[in-house]
Structures are given as structure tokens and as C-alpha cells.
Antibody
Framework: QVTLRESGPALVKPTQTLTLTCTFS??????????VSWIRQPPGKALEWLAL???????YYSTSLKTRLTISKDTSKNQVVLTMTNMDPVDTATYYC???????????WGQGTLVTVSS | QSALTQPASVSGSPGQSITISCTGT?????????VSWYQQHPGKAPKLMIY???KRPSGVSNRFSGSKSGNTASLTISGLQAEDEADYYC??????????FGTGTKVTVL
């Protein structure tokens, strides 16, 4: 049974750095072809893909947010971490992590965590 | 990476068929057969409904089908049911292990 769960602060101040952790079970990120992505959704708005890390520790980022994002993994802990620097109120969103089994889609999602950026 | 274009809303009566379009470019939808579709009910995480343009994951009703022509992908829901009322998002691989989502479509069952 595949599960993913996001965790992190519910509230961050403008200019601060956000750190989110995705803890997963039911699969291994060391399996060839396996990937985990971060995706966000501002309230009432569309989904936005942010970043992906693959089984080989290669990392890929949204062009528009590349300078602010860092994705990493701890295979032994079954965790993927996303950091986003210089947070702004427009970054207020529900942040999801999702599994991508190498077929160009996201087949399992976490329940999401709402992050509000406000002073 | 500009968002893929979807109609803001589509509606239909129970039993009818509806189609949601998803228009991209030759750099994403037009270049790869890696278009997927997600259903999202209010307050819930998205659910994969279609992948690789037209494949259905196990457990997804065969009332959902996908297709693609050029830079436009489509999701068709046949035999519309009340439980199909939700937001739907398309997503395309955009090369170099990056992805782009659509603007989203609200489906209303009349």
C-alpha cells in the first residue's frame, strides 16, 4: 500500500525559508524509474508542478521557481525534502508530494499541507 | 512553461457525455504521449484518472477516456454521474523531466 504524507509549518513569514518533508511508504525511491514530485495549489487556483527527484538523485525544477527551490531525498528514511527560499504571500498554497513511477504521471498523492505566508 | 489551456467550466445532465479540452504547444502536449488527467473533489487531493493520453489506472471507471490530436488532448466522460462533479486538470510532460498542468475545468452535473 503506497502512502505519502507531507509535513511542515502551517505558517511562515515573508522572506523566510520553507522546509517541507514528504514521508512515504509502500515503495522505494531507489527503484529504477521511480520519482517523487512536489506540486502546489493556491487556494481556488490550479495545480502547479514545482520539482522532481528521481531514483538516481537527479533533480529537476520549475523554470519559474528554479532559483528558490531545492529538492533532496533520504532514501533510508523514505523522505523527500523541499526547501523554498524567500517566501512571499503569493506562495500561500496547499503543497502536495506525489509519486511518479516513470510513466509521466503522478499516481499517488499525499493529502497536502496548507502553508500560509503572512507576517 | 505556460499552463495548458482548459475551459473554465463544462456542464452536462446525468447520462450525457462531456469532453474537456487541454491545449498546449508543440513543446509539451504535441511532443509527448505523456498527458495525464486528474480529478479533484473539494478539499481532496487529486486522483489520477488517465495517463499516457488514453490509459486508465486500475479501478477507474471505463466511462473516462482520453485522446490527443496535435497540441490538444481531451478527456471524455460518458454516462455522466453526480459523483463526476469535480475539478479536472490535465498535465503534460514538457521535456527534461519537467511537467506542466492545465488551468483546470470545473465539471457541473445539472
Amino acid at each position: 500500500q503506497v502512502t505519502l504524507r507531507e509535513s511542515g509549518p502551517a505558517l511562515v513569514k515573508p522572506t523566510q525559508t520553507l522546509t517541507l518533508t514528504c514521508t512515504f511508504s509502500g515503495f522505494s525511491l531507489s527503484t529504477s524509474g521511480m520519482c517523487v514530485s512536489w506540486i502546489r495549489q493556491p487556494p481556488g487556483k490550479a495545480l502547479e508542478w514545482l520539482a522532481l527527484i528521481d531514483w538516481d538523485d537527479d533533480k529537476y525544477y520549475s523554470t519559474s521557481l528554479k532559483t528558490r527551490l531545492t529538492i533532496s531525498k533520504d532514501t533510508s528514511k523514505n523522505q523527500v525534502v523541499l526547501t523554498m527560499t524567500n517566501m512571499d504571500p503569493v506562495d500561500t498554497a496547499t503543497y502536495y508530494c506525489a509519486r511518479s513511477p516513470g510513466t509521466g504521471n503522478f499516481d499517488y498523492w499525499g493529502q497536502g499541507t496548507l502553508v500560509t505566508v503572512s507576517s | 512553461q505556460s499552463a495548458l489551456t482548459q475551459p473554465a467550466s463544462v456542464s452536462g445532465s446525468p447520462g450525457q457525455s462531456i469532453t474537456i479540452s487541454c491545449t498546449g504547444t508543440s513543446s509539451d502536449v504535441g511532443s509527448y504521449n505523456l498527458v495525464s488527467w486528474y480529478q479533484q473533489h473539494p478539499g481532496k487531493a487529486p486522483k489520477l484518472m488517465i495517463y499516457e493520453v488514453s490509459k486508465r489506472p486500475s479501478g477507474v471507471s471505463n466511462r473516462f477516456s482520453g485522446s490527443k490530436s496535435g497540441n490538444t488532448a481531451s478527456l471524455t466522460i460518458s454516462g455522466l454521474q453526480a459523483e463526476d462533479e469535480a475539478d479536472y486538470y490535465c498535465c503534460s510532460y514538457a521535456g527534461s523531466s519537467t511537467f506542466v498542468f492545465g488551468t483546470g475545468t470545473k465539471v457541473t452535473v445539472l
